[in-house]
């Protein structure tokens, strides 16, 4: 999946862009939406995932 990700941005970064600014504002609308209690679930979520990536 990275080779992909990385060939597309070579290639195609405009759209890559694009596509990516959609999806994270798309993302921010629907936590904008969200309770704060489900707020909170996502942000513990979050964090606990960086904890596993680093």
């Known amino acids: 999946m990275q080779i992909i990700?990385?060939?597309a941005m070579h290639r195609?970064?405009?759209i890559v862009r694009r596509v990516?600014?959609?999806e994270a504002d798309k993302c921010?609308?629907?936590y904008a939406h969200l309770?704060?209690?489900a707020k909170k679930t996502v942000?513990?979520?979050g964090q606990?995932?960086?904890k596993l990536d680093s």
Do not use: R, T
């Open 5 to 7: 990700n990385i060939l």
């Open 12 to 14: 195609y970064p405009k």
């Open 20 to 22: 990516i600014n959609e």
């Open 28 to 30: 921010s609308k629907a």
């Open 35 to 37: 309770s704060p209690d």
């Open 43 to 45: 942000d513990d979520l």
């Open 48 to 50: 606990h995932k960086n």
